[in-house]
């Protein structure tokens, strides 16, 4: 079971202070189908370079990768299996070695055999991104952390999308920033993809 050391500062900027080993990259829903009109404005416009970068780095650092897609049997859906919006974004297309999980509706880890990937392949850590920040990230990082997880959730590799309730609006970035806010130092650590990124070259 990992030491628990969630930091409270968002983002947390230390790689010193940043734990690689025993982690593993978990992409979530980083696909096509996000890129829909209906999703309105997001934040974030550079998080799939920044998954990208992860993905390279954990690669070369021979750490595990498993991504999860998003898969909706919902008429018209742009998640749906025989939509085009069910494919993953090329920035973070899984090698062919690398094993993806289906998220059907229940989070990631309800109905699928995350957990016992992450486990079987050793991760006490795993390090989130994709979308979207207030909804399946938050959801997989809190089940997370109830599993007893130490999970990270990188701030610059995540995408949050413009919310409505009662007709006021909140743009994305505050989504965003909120349900980081939410999670630092409660369910997750928050950090930065530069922070992250020095920590893993620390190690190699």
Same mark, same amino acid.
């Given at each position: 079971?990992?030491?628990? $050391?969630?930091?409270?500062?968002?983002?947390?900027? *230390? #790689?010193?202070?940043?734990?690689?080993?025993?982690?593993?990259?978990?992409?979530?829903?980083? =696909?096509?189908?996000?890129?829909?009109?209906?999703?309105?404005?997001?934040?974030?416009? *550079?998080?799939?370079?920044?998954? @990208? /970068?992860?993905?390279?780095?954990?690669?070369?650092?021979?750490?595990p990768v498993v991504h999860v897609g998003r898969e909706t049997v919902e008429p018209?859906?742009? !998640?749906?299996?025989? &939509? #085009?919006?069910?494919? !993953?974004?090329?920035?973070?297309?899984?090698?062919?070695?690398?094993?993806?999980?289906?998220?059907?509706?229940?989070?990631? !880890? %309800?109905?699928?055999?995350?957990?016992? +990937?992450?486990?079987?392949?050793?991760?006490?850590?795993?390090?989130?991104?994709? !979308?979207?920040? *207030?909804?399946?990230?938050?959801?997989?990082?809190r089940t997370a952390s109830a599993l007893g997880f130490d999970p990270y959730v990188?701030?610059?590799?995540?995408?949050?999308?413009? +919310?409505?309730? *009662?007709?006021?609006?909140?743009?994305? /970035?505050?989504?965003? $920033?909120?349900?980081?806010? =939410?999670?630092?130092?409660?369910?997750?650590?928050?950090?930065?993809?530069?922070? %992250?990124?020095?920590?893993?070259?620390? &190690? @190699?």
């Open positions: 079971m990992p030491v628990r $050391r969630l930091a409270t500062q968002v983002p947390y900027r *230390d #790689p010193e202070a940043v734990e690689p080993s025993a982690s593993g990259l978990v992409p979530v829903g980083v =696909q096509r189908g996000y890129d829909d009109d209906r999703h309105g404005a997001r934040n974030n416009p *550079d998080a799939e370079r920044h998954v @990208a /970068e992860l993905l390279a780095a954990y690669r070369r650092a021979g750490l018209g859906s742009p !998640f749906h299996p025989n &939509r #085009p919006g069910v494919a !993953f974004k090329p920035a973070a297309a899984p090698a062919d070695d690398e094993p993806v999980v289906t998220d059907r509706g229940g989070g990631v !880890f %309800l109905g699928t055999d995350l957990e016992s +990937r992450l486990r079987t392949a050793g991760v006490e850590r795993p390090v989130l991104v994709g !979308f979207t920040t *207030d909804r399946r990230v938050s959801t997989a990082a990188v701030d610059d590799a995540t995408v949050a999308f413009d +919310r409505e309730l *009662d007709g006021t609006r909140y743009v994305a /970035e505050q989504t965003h $920033r909120v349900a980081l806010a =939410q999670l630092s130092g409660a369910a997750a650590t928050v950090v930065e993809t530069a922070t %992250l990124l020095a920590a893993l070259e620390r &190690r @190699a």
